[in-house]
């Protein structure tokens, strides 16, 4: 159904292994199930052609006529290369007759070589097509026959005559089943990738996959409509649940508006039905692939199914089968399901019922922040709000007034990471001019807290708030706003303001025991002792956040303190430390219900440490989940920035375009992010280098200098930026020699910069050292850089800093030093797959005449012996794990031979480096060899 196949590694040496049974003079039977969709097609055709052994490949469908026609996809039989095919003709003989007579003229045709019969779409097959397709399977003996079938299981009523043909057959020890089940999200990724013919958003990706329920039909159809919420799958989708008897569509309805996983006997009460009638229903249902089983319980299969289902469901009908459900579930001992105040809101808000609805939504927030679901808290306490008026004496009804529960939900988005909806509840408090002061110092500072993750601001929040509590009013209240407000002030650098703030809430959190706003305070002061340069001293705050955040069970502020230590030791270069500090920090945040809201920046640190040290894959594994959840717009922003600068490295241009354009936007959009600029000011500068645009490149290179001397100061990693924009003026240089004065002249204006920063900007030796070698441009210089760069563990810049090392040494004719050291950088380069260092390093080779070293001869397209065993991987369709496993590699090391032999053809896509392989004979037939 989709022309790509993706993954299915297990299936694809399944159907292999099959073969290879069979090859040895026997017949082996293979049956596909699967639902509509799901890719039995694909796979059949994608493993039959690139068999071994030149077999002869039959292939017949049945068709969707009712009954079928006798004989159908035997009659219809075509080869895949041009041979006399038998048919099962009838004249008027018996059944035995003509079944013997095309095994007779089939064993003549296959003689001693092997073949594969693929019978399609069983489960439209009349009685004569599944008589033969047995007897196929049982009695053509002495020959080498692969026997295939695909079959929709999902399709078929209990005791169907092909249900039953499927039962028959497993029993037999020669016979193997092989159930296709859904795309991971991942490989759905893959496939849409493989479609655009480039990547796509994440948060894009994981969307179309959960609507689709990882079918990758749905998904080819999803990522390619113009709309994708056009009414053509809907279509598609409603016709197959029409053709349901009566009794399981209506089923169907009533599992669609249950929403989540529903027990038997809850589906019965909202249902109206018996026991023994749901349970026919049911059985149809999940036969048929629309609802599946998880432990106790049915669900609809996929979203889009169920996005289907309730649009044709009248609103009438769904308001009375939620209230259903409600009744349902309310009446149900808790005994047998648990606490269920979450669905029963759910059903009682979509009923319509605010009577019901508004105390059945404060149960279930209460319920939600005991399993720190804080989203669903948020969700609950929302609904409470909007039923308020609408219900008399709500305050009593809940014992809560109004305020307090706006205050509550305020808190709930803070933690959830839904910063809209918080912002919104905080303002809409504070609009409230009868609210108390104190009151009011506290939501102005969960205000400030939603204001600095949404632009970094929050500093007028915060002074307000402290104004209104001066010391002795509420030492509580007050404690807390300084700590957060020492952690406001940390984008901004204002160290005064941090070490004023922190150091009056430690001393408060000292007399009231207040030890999760110490944990704040100590945080809050760890990076300004990394930025002066001592480590020791960050680390010992960072030390004593995390234990005093543990001591007061404050889950926030014990993931914050992980994520600024992450931060501290990935700054200052210690990035296998920062490494394991930032997946400890996301694990808490898991375990927490913090996910969303804290979760993001982890992943960030994460990326930028992997980043660093060269592991691409796993970087963008981080970020893409990271994506994929939607974080908070500024979270969002700083995960794609992370994202764009792998895309930019490897040569992903059009997704590096449309990260950074999108991060431009929400950087120009903050009032409180020009810091934030420079980074972004890097990453465009290293595309539009990639790109070849010099002009738009030297024009970013421009509104760096434009910047404030104030701005400059601000900047974390300045350094880093100054060096992106020296390499723009190095290509400038080299694309326009007679333009040196104006390269000059902004190369000096860069280096001055750096010296008017009263701080140093960056904290490790990698990037102080390379700023040195730009001032310098001696050989010896560059080579410190670039053993710097190795000592950080960061292969990429090692080969940017190798590469001024080589014009370094042209300048002094120093070509043996100049060769060796462009070889290092390539070979850095191709194993990380960096195509436009690659590229680079390849013109500069032609520019200076530097020959590459030989290769061995009669090696196509310069592949190393070892590049040829993973492309031959490659082309069997193998994963980079199991191309690892046979070749007793590491997985990075797979990736990077991978990106090299993707170079080294010119190609972008496995399946176009398979076709190149195949084309060329770069590969032999058969699977690889350890």
Known sequence: MSPLLVGRQSERDAVCAAYARAAE????????????????????????????????????????????????????????????????????????????????????VIGSRPAVVVVEDLHWSDETTRDLFVQLARALRGVALLLIGTLRTGELAAGHPVRQLAGELGRRADVSTIALGPLTRA??????????RLPMHPARVAEIHRRAGGNPFFVAALGTAADPDAGDLRTLLLDRVAQLPVQARHVLD??????????????????????????????????????????????????????????????????????????????????????????????????????????????????????????????????????????????????????????????????????EAGLELARSLLDDR???????????????????????????????????????????IRCRVLAFGAVIALPEHRLADIDALAAESLQLADVIGDHGSAAWAHLSLAWPRAMAGDLKAATEHCERAVAAADRAGEAVALVSAHQIWATVLTATGALEEGLLIARAGASAAELNGLRRSKGPM???????????????DEAVEVLDDALADRAPSFYNATLALKRAVVAVARGELPLARALVDEIADVAQSSPHAEQGLYDVHRVAM??????????????????????????????????RVVVTALRVQTARRLNAPRDRAATDGRRNALIQLLDRVPAPTSLHSGSRLTVVAERTNRLGDWDAAASGWATIGNPHEQAWSLLGAVRSALTSSNKAGASRRLSEAEQLAEQLGAVPLTQRIAELRTRAGLRRPSVRAGTPFGLTDREIEVLRGLAQGASNRQIAADLYLSVNTVSAHVRRIFVKLSVTSRAAATAVAYEHNLVPPGPASP
């Open 187 to 196: 490989e759905a990724g893959q496939q849409l990738t493989e479609l655009a």
């Open 686 to 719: 290293e595309l539009a280098l990639a790109e070849g645009d010099l002009e738009a490149a030297n024009l970013l290179v421009d509104r760096v200098l434009a910047h404030s001397a104030e701005l400059h100061a601000l900047a974390q990693a300045l350094d």
């Open 254 to 419: 009533v599992a669609a508006v249950a929403g989540a996983p529903m027990e038997d006997d809850v589906l019965a009460a909202a249902a109206e039905l018996s026991a023994p009638d749901l349970a026919v229903a049911l059985r149809v249902l999940t036969d048929r692939g629309h609802l599946v089983v998880e432990g106790a319980r049915h669900a609809v299969r996929h979203d889009l199914l169920r996005e289907a289902v309730l649009s044709d469901l009248p609103p009438l009908e769904r308001r009375r089968l939620h209230r259903r459900f409600a009744t349902a579930l309310t009446v149900m001992p808790s005994w047998a399901a648990g606490d269920r105040s979450l669905e029963i809101a759910v059903h009682w808000a979509e009923a319509g019922d605010p009577h019901e609805a508004l105390p059945a939504a404060w149960r279930a927030s209460a319920t939600a922040r005991a399993r720190t679901a804080y989203d669903a808290e948020l969700a609950h306490l929302q609904a409470v709000l909007r039923w308020w008026d609408a219900v008399p004496a709500a305050n009593r009804l809940i014992g809560e007034d109004r305020t307090a529960v706006v205050v509550r939900a305020v808190r709930a988005a803070l933690q959830a990471g839904d910063d």
């Open 25 to 108: 003079g026997r017949t082996v039977t293979v049956l596909i199930t699967g639902e509509a969709g799901i890719g039995k097609t694909t796979l059949v055709e994608t493993v039959v052609a690139d068999l071994p052994g030149d077999p002869l490949v039959l292939i017949g469908d049945c068709l969707e006529l009712g009954g079928g026609l006798p004989y159908q996809p035997f009659l219809d039989l075509r080869a895949l290369t041009p041979r006399n095919v038998p048919r099962p003709v009838t004249d008027g003989e018996s059944r035995a007759t003509v079944v013997r007579r095309f095994l007779d003229e089939l064993r003549a």
């Open 434 to 476: 009868d609210l108390a002061p104190v009151v009011r110092a506290d939501v102005l500072g969960l205000l400030a807290r939603l204001e600095n993750r949404a632009d970094l601001g929050g500093r007028q929040a915060i002074e307000a708030a402290l104004r209104l509590v001066p010391p002795g009013v509420d030492d509580a």
């Open 602 to 616: 982890l992943s960030a640190v994460e990326a930028e440490a992997l980043t660093e040290l060269g592991r691409w």
